[in-house]
């Protein structure tokens, strides 16, 4: 298969890797990589150097405020073709369907053998009661001054409600639809940023 990777930032890179490693014929669309990190890999600068129908899994890993211009960009040339967003899907609520092709969020946790054995168990044992926490340090993501991550400013998409959204999506897999009853989004950190 010929993939297509849009954006080459930490997960691009994570995604190039494990594609590589299946044997996939793989494709870059980045701004900012260099020819010398992705060796015996087409790289393309500009959306005009590339033909979007010659390629069969796209995936989009560049930051999350240009996940919907980026979809909607690919939908509107293919059809029957499978594209993988990074999550979050969008950094606000946005409708989107298409019915030309198949779309998948990367919520990858849910195909972890663990969870998918606990999903088992669940089907027949009910919880009486159930916790999710995920502890994690922003300046301890990448190999970057974290006030420069784009997980650090809101107006780029970033802030713990959208990046560590994978408990969210357990909860929601694991137990079916939920009902919220409190919710409090803040800054807790003394770190230098603009996001939650």
Known sequence: MKALIIGFGSIGKKH???LKNLGFDISLLSFSACKKDVKETK???????LSLMEFDLFIIANITTLHLETLKKIDTFVKDKIILVEKPLFEKFIPFQSNKNKIFIAYLLRFNPLIKALKEILQVEKPYF?????HSYLPNWRDIDYRENYSAKKELGGGVLLDLSHEIDLAFFLFGKLKLLYSENLKLSELEIDSD
């Not at 159930?130 to 995920?134: G, K, P, Y």
């Open 130 to 134: 159930v916790e999710l926490s995920c």
């Open 43 to 49: 790289l393309y600068n500009s959306w005009d150097e």
């Open 16 to 18: 190039f890797l494990a």
